[in-house]
Structures are given as structure tokens and as C-alpha cells.
């Protein structure tokens, strides 16, 4: 779960994190590409006329769903900045948990979802192993993707994306990257997501709840670092978990809320951030010892 | 001499607002131009439309002979034309050295990809020496003097190679000494056979800088001469001062 986590929010972090342009509309990709594969692996079958397809066919179908109706409906927003851009993507996440309870419930299975899918890998420590190779792999891919010029082109886009342009650059066509990067690394996570978990459903993948999980663990590890929300998205899972004991029900969202808030607020830049500030002190005093003995 | 830029009956409109009048300009091979006028009389405006940030509501741009007044920003900076900010707009979170490299990114993604650490640093670091940096390097905006940011926009706009460089009042906020300074690197990069247009209101500086001037008021074009006669001109003086 804490793997899933983690790829969720590296994958936003790619696209929000780096160019600043906050999206609400991640889990509209995540659940794209899980009701895909879902639909078309489920047991009752794409209804009709009852095709149950394998997974090695599914699981690639659902990424380009994820990526191609990504770019169809979400990356003409990209035109426009700023909470316009969040409003939209919000907007889209909204329209998808309607539609898949209020079109075609024979085949998504409306409000209840689709549940008794084929698993990719089956056992608990093995699926433990296959979730954290998987998130090792997309997250050291996109920490490399952060570390190239791509990634400063993208850092500076968030900070400035008139200067960019004026200093050449097209920032459509890396934000475009940027944006199809983090659909095909969700859409990965997603259909995994949905076969480990066996089950899909709107409350569940198109859930605000689910979305605010993601950008907290994005927001408190620290954005536009990779390494920063791999961070958040443990904290976030352990913290819920370690937490079940003590507290109940709400009170465990509140206590994680509060600890997030308390970030935000004073850390913005997470706990890669605050690891960052103690590398930093801990050189200058190098430093100083050095020149002034 | 060819004509560089050249910008013909260009107007812009904001609401009720005319920003820019019909106004007519070029610019020469070999030329730095001079653009005037007082407070709200449509420059940076003017250099808005050059570099593409908005469309003008009519009119056209040409240079090196082409139309260029469909283009993006991004291909006009690519076909040799840049800016600098009246307000210095560097990218806070980035050392000088890091911001100043985003310019000389090639804007090819598998290039960007693949580019290797330090790659075309040395480029970056030359450009950053030619503009008196060398020494602030590894240091954030904040930390940096109004002369020094004005130093590293006029770097960042060197990174693209231009032809033509439009100076968004680049004295502006400037000490006696730093105007000095920064007066001998643009001569430097005239002797280079860079081109600029030069938006500044200290007229002591821009006098001596520029080989013609262009004086704009509510958006339309006033006068047209050298400096000299610029500044004897009945209707610039009522222009500025009433």
C-alpha cells in the first residue's frame, strides 16, 4: 500500500511538484487506467459482449488509455495557469466519478465498482517485493528525469514560465512531457494498484480523500524533489497506520492533517527541505572550521 | 544599412486604453536605438508586443526581413531577439549560475535528457565573466545587488546568442558607479556587434549610448532624430514636462 503511495505521488510530483502547475486531477488518471484494465480483465467480462481479456493485454491497454485520454481531455487545460489549471483538473475529476456510476453501470459497476479481479502477483510478500520494485523503478526514472536540464527547465517553469519562454524554450512542449510523464507513471501505479487490491471503485479511486493523500505526501516530503514525496508517501502510510491503536476514525486523519499543516506552514519546502537546511549548517561549519581553525 | 527589426503601425489596446498607436519603428544592422518617452507612454508595452508576449491588436513585426508577428516568444528568442525585465525577474530558487544555465538549455527534450552533468557550463561561466559575475556564481538573487541583477539579466539574455537585445530601463535602481559599469559592458557588446534598444529614463546614461532615438507619448511616435536633436525637440519637451 505504502509502495502504491508512493508512486502516486512521485508521479504527481513529476507534473506539479516541478512546474507548479497543481493538478486535482491525478486520481482521473490513476482510475482511468485501473477501470480499463478492470473492465476488460473482470470476471463477468466487457459486457457485451463478455470478452475477458489477459492481464499482459489489459494492463498496457489501461496505460495508454491513461496517457491518450489524458492528453485528450486534461492537457488542453495546460493553456491556463495557475488555480484555473487546479479548478479544471478538479473539474475533470469530478465528471469521471460521475460518469462511471451514471453510464454504462453494467460495465464499471456503478457506485459499487468492479471487484474479484485477477491478481498480478499472488501472496502478500511477494506483491510487497513486485510494489517495491516497481516504485523503485519509476521513482529512480523520474529522480533521473528531476536531475537533468529537463528538471531545471521544469523548477524554473514553476518560478518564472515567462522568462523560460523568453529565454528560448518552448514550456508547452516540456510541460506537455512533464504532463505525459506523470499520466503514464500513474496509469502504471493505477492498473497495478487495481489488480493488488483486487477490487475498483469510484468511492475509491475518484475519492477527494484519496487525491488530498497524494498531494500531502507530495506537499510534506517536499515538492519538485522525487526523493522528498517517496518520504511523504511513508510517513503518510505509517503515520495512518502506527496511529490505529491510539486513535480513532477521524481522529487519525486530523492528527496526520495537523502534522501536515504544521509543515506547510512552517516548512514548505518538507522534509527534504529540513534534510537539505541540516546537510547545509552541517557544511558551513565544515567550512568554518576549516578556515578559521 | 538593412533594417534588423522593424515594427509597422502597431496597436494594443486594453479596454478602453491605447496603449500603442500606430506606432512605426526600425532598427538597423549595426544600430542601438534609443526608445523615450514619459511615465505610462506605452514602451515596455511595445517590447511586450516585439517579444510576443501578447499579440498586438494590428500591425506587424518584421525582422531580419521576415513577418515574425504570428510567432511564439520562444521563436522569436530562437531567431535572435531578447529581453531583459525592467524589474529583474531571476529565478529565486536557483543560484545565479543555475538560472542563467536554463537559457543555454538546447530546447530539444531528448537533448535535455541526455545531457550530461556540466554541460555547456563552460559556456555559462564564460558568459557570466564577460558581465563581471565570475564571483557571485554560486550566490541566490536575494543576495545579490540591484547593479548585479541587472548584470545577471543581461547574462541570461546572452545566453540565447542574440542579435538584438530589447533593455527594459536597465539603469533604473542603479548607483552613479554601477551605471558606469554596466554603460562599459554594453559598449563591450556593441563592439561585439550586438544591437539593443535601450528603454531608460536616465537620459544622462542614454544619451552618449545610442546612435538615434525613437520618443513615444500615449502610445504614438513623437519624434525621431539623434539624441541631440531629440531633446531640443518643442514637442518632447511638452511631453515631458507639461
Known amino acids: 500500500m505504502a509502495n502504491f503511495m508512493v508512486i502516486f505521488a512521485v508521479s504527481w510530483d513529476m507534473m506539479s511538484g516541478y512546474t507548479g502547475y497543481v493538478s486535482f486531477g491525478h ?47 486534461f492537457l488542453p487545460s495546460m493553456r491556463v495557469r495557475g ?81 523560460v519562454e523568453a529565454s528560448g ?16 507513471t500513474a496509469g502504471i501505479g493505477g ?15 475518484f475519492s477527494t480523500a484519496f487525491l488530498w493523500d497524494i498531494i500531502i505526501s507530495a506537499v510534506v516530503g517536499g515538492m519538485g524533489t522525487t526523493i522528498g514525496p517517496m518520504f511523504g508517501g511513508y510517513f503518510l502510510t505509517f503515520i495512518l497506520e502506527y496511529l490505529r491503536p491510539y ?11 495537523a502534522v501536515a499543516l504544521f509543515l506547510i506552514v512552517y516548512r514548505p519546502r518538507g522534509f527534504y527541505g529540513i534534510a537539505q537546511d541540516i546537510v547545509n549548517r552541517f557544511q558551513r561549519k565544515r567550512i568554518g572550521v576549516e578556515v578559521y581553525g | 544599412m538593412a533594417k534588423l527589426l522593424e515594427v509597422q503601425g502597431l496597436t494594443k489596446k486594453f479596454g478602453g486604453l491605447v496603449a500603442v498607436n500606430d506606432l512605426s519603428f526600425y532598427v538597423e544592422e549595426g544600430e542601438v536605438l534609443g526608445l523615450m518617452g514619459p511615465n505610462g507612454s506605452g514602451k515596455t508595452t511595445v517590447f511586450n508586443i516585439i517579444m510576443g508576449d501578447y499579440p498586438a491588436d494590428s500591425g506587424k513585426v518584421f525582422f531580419k526581413g521576415k513577418d515574425i508577428s504570428n510567432y511564439s516568444t520562444n521563436q522569436r528568442v530562437r531567431m535572435g531577439i531578447a529581453r531583459t525585465y525592467q524589474v529583474p525577474r531571476p529565478f529565486r530558487e536557483m ?34 565573466e564577460s558581465v563581471g559575475l565570475k564571483e557571485r556564481l554560486s550566490m541566490y538573487p536575494h543576495e545579490l545587488t540591484m547593479g548585479d541583477l541587472r548584470r545577471a539579466e543581461l547574462a541570461r539574455a546572452l545566453t540565447t546568442n542574440p542579435k538584438l537585445v530589447l533593455l527594459d530601463e536597465i539603469f533604473a535602481g542603479l548607483t552613479v558607479a554601477e551605471i558606469e559599469e554596466i554603460d562599459e559592458l554594453l ?49 518632447v519637451k511638452a511631453a515631458y514636462f507639461g
Not at chain 1, 489488480?195 to 479511486?205: E, K, N, T, V
Open chain 1, 27 to 73: 486520481p482521473f488518471l490513476i482510475g482511468l487506467a485501473g477501470y480499463v484494465t478492470a473492465i476488460l480483465s473482470h470476471q463477468g467480462g466487457f459486457q457485451p459482449p463478455h470478452i475477458v481479456l489477459p492481464l499482459y493485454i489489459t494492463i498496457p491497454l489501461g496505460l495508454a488509455v491513461a496517457v491518450g485520454g489524458g492528453m485528450l481531455f
Open chain 1, 83 to 163: 488555480p484555473y489549471f487546479s479548478m479544471v483538473s478538479l473539474a475533470f475529476l469530478m465528471i469521471i466519478n460521475i460518469l462511471t456510476i451514471a453510464v454504462r453501470p453494467d460495465m464499471t459497476g456503478g457506485d459499487r465498482g468492479l471487484s474479484g479481479l485477477p491478481a498480478v502477483v499472488t501472496g502478500l510478500v511477494p506483491n510487497y517485493y513486485f510494489s517495491l520494485g516497481l516504485m523503485f523503478a519509476i521513482a529512480i526514472g523520474l529522480w533521473y528525469v528531476g536531475r537533468s536540464d529537463m528538471g531545471s527547465i521544469l523548477k524554473a517553469i514553476r518560478m518564472d514560465e515567462d522568462v
Open chain 1, 169 to 184: 524554450i518552448s514550456t508547452y512542449k516540456f510541460k506537455r512531457f512533464a504532463f505525459i510523464l506523470s499520466a503514464l
Open chain 1, 191 to 205: 492498473v497495478f494498484y487495481t489488480h493488488y487490491l483486487g477490487s475498483i471503485s469510484p468511492r475509491g479511486a
Open chain 1, 247 to 257: 486513535l480513532f476514525g477521524a481522529w487519525r486523519f486530523f492528527a496526520y492533517s
Open chain 2, 95 to 128: 543560484t545565479i549560475f543555475e538560472g542563467i544555465r536554463v537559457g543555454s538549455i538546447a530546447p530539444s527534450i531528448v537533448k535535455c535528457l541526455m545531457a550530461g552533468a556540466g554541460a555547456h557550463n563552460a559556456v555559462v561561466t564564460k558568459i557570466l
Open chain 2, 187 to 235: 559598449r563591450q557588446k556593441i563592439a561585439e556587434g550586438l544591437n539593443f534598444i535601450v528603454v531608460s529614463h536616465d537620459l544622462k546614461a542614454l544619451g552618449p549610448l545610442v546612435d538615434r532615438v525613437v520618443v513615444i507619448h500615449f502610445g504614438q511616435c513623437i519624434a525621431v532624430g539623434s539624441f541631440d536633436q531629440i531633446v531640443n525637440d518643442e514637442k
